[in-house]
């Protein structure tokens, strides 16, 4: 059992906290509004608790739950606490003054650049951008196991990760190196721009079906 700590009490932190506690690990939740981070953790239950302000991070994996660019000032501000620790990026950098395009510069990624923004040596890995904060919360979609695809240059980090997600009652699937964030990325705004054309109300899912 890990303990997992979320950056961020919003919509994906319950998501994934939700999760986490479905597969029997403890979390605790951080967030700039003490009272927000409580409710959530209330919310979780039992194996949930808010950080208090100025204690340490206590998870293995840290997963940044917060929007782009604010994921880098997050990071940044919380820089000194992540060396040893599994840092998860889950964001989609979608510009949000045209929602036409991500905010990050060709060929690069959020989750490259966070790489650059940690402790030397603390490994970063893309996942859970292609699955919605509702279907994390119910753990499927019309009886469909949720897929969480997965991108890190450090195998071991990656696992630990993997081993999250399954714990979880969902699929990891391991995509490659953390280059491929970049493709991630892409798709979870590709699957954001359909859901009002289509009237999918962030209830959809990405899956990959093998024979």
Wanted: charged share 20%.
């Amino acid at each position: 059992m890990a303990r997992v700590s979320i950056v961020g009490a919003g919509n994906m932190g319950r998501g994934i906290g939700t999760r986490a506690v479905a597969g029997g690990h403890q979390v605790e939740i951080v967030d700039r509004d003490q009272a927000e981070a409580r409710k959530l953790a209330g919310e979780l239950g039992e194996n949930a608790t808010a950080l208090e302000p100025g204690a340490s991070f206590g998870g293995e994996i840290v997963v940044f739950a917060v929007y782009y660019p604010g994921i880098k000032d997050a990071v940044q501000q919380y820089r000194d606490q992540l060396a040893g620790k599994v840092v998860v990026d889950i964001t989609n950098p979608v510009d949000t003054q045209t929602w036409d395009k991500l905010a990050t510069p060709p060929g690069t990624s959020s989750a490259e650049e966070v790489q650059q923004l940690v402790p030397q040596g603390t490994p970063v890995v893309k996942a859970f951008n292609t699955t919605f904060s509702g279907t994390l919360v119910g753990g499927e979609v019309a009886g469909q196991q949720l897929d969480v695809l997965i991108a890190g240059d450090d195998d071991a980090a990656k696992q630990k990760v993997s081993r999250l997600a399954s714990d979880a009652g969902l699929r990891p699937i391991d995509v490659g190196p953390l280059g491929r964030a970049q493709q991630l990325e892409q798709l979870g705004f590709l699957h954001i721009s359909l859901q009002q054309p289509h009237g999918l109300g962030f209830g959809s899912a990405i899956k990959l079906v093998t024979p």
